[in-house]
C-alpha cells in the first residue's frame, strides 16, 4: 500500500466507507474496519509525503521573489534610463527647431501634446472647478477638464493657465 498514490488511497478508503455504510454495520464496526484495513495510516502518511514535497517546492520562493524585485528594479531604471535620453533629444530638437529627424531605422518627430492646465496658484481657482472624488470625501481637487473647456472658450479662470508642450514619438 505505501507505492499508491494518494488520489488511489482516497478513491479506496471513499469505496470502502461506502461499502460499509451500506451494509447493516454499527458506527464502532465502520470505524474499527476502516481502521484495521490501514488506509487511514497510509492516507496520513501519503499526505505528509505530499505535504513535505509542496514545502520543498516553496523553498525557492523568497528568492524568486528577490530575484523578481531585482528585475523589476532593473527595467525601472533602464526605461529611466531611455526616458532620460529621448527628452534630452525632445529638447535638444526643440532648442535648434528641428522638428523630423529621419533615420533608417526609425523617424523622430516633435508633436504637440494636448493643451494640459497649469494650475499656478490653486488658492485663486474658483469653487466651481473643484470636485469631490466619490465614495468618500477626502480631499477636494481641481476639475482641470472644466478648467481646459474653459480656457479654450476664451474665459478666465483665476489661477490657470493653458500649456502646450511636446513629446518626442519615434516610429
Not at 55 to 80: C, G
Request: charged letters at 30%.
Amino acid at each position: 500500500m505505501g507505492e499508491m498514490s494518494l488520489f488511489a488511497l482516497a478513491g479506496q478508503y471513499r469505496q470502502l466507507a461506502e461499502k460499509l455504510a451500506s451494509a447493516d454495520f454499527d458506527a464502532q464496526t465502520v470505524a474499527d474496519t476502516i481502521e484495521a484495513s490501514g488506509l487511514t495510516d497510509a492516507l496520513q502518511e501519503k499526505a505528509q509525503g505530499v505535504e513535505l514535497v509542496a514545502r520543498a517546492a516553496e523553498v525557492h520562493v523568497p528568492a524568486i521573489d528577490a530575484e523578481i524585485a531585482r528585475l523589476q528594479a532593473l527595467k525601472a531604471h533602464r526605461q529611466k534610463i531611455a526616458a532620460g535620453l529621448r527628452e534630452y533629444v525632445r529638447a535638444q530638437m526643440e532648442v535648434a527647431g528641428i522638428e523630423r529627424i529621419e533615420c533608417p531605422l526609425f523617424d523622430l518627430k516633435l508633436k504637440k501634446n494636448p493643451p494640459a492646465v497649469e494650475v499656478l496658484d490653486d488658492r485663486q481657482v474658483p469653487a466651481g472647478y473643484w470636485v469631490t472624488p466619490d465614495p468618500k470625501p477626502v480631499e477636494a481637487r481641481i476639475d482641470k477638464k472644466a478648467v481646459a473647456a474653459a480656457l479654450k472658450k476664451g474665459e478666465d479662470v483665476p489661477g490657470c493657465r493653458l500649456v502646450q508642450a511636446t513629446r518626442l514619438e519615434v516610429a
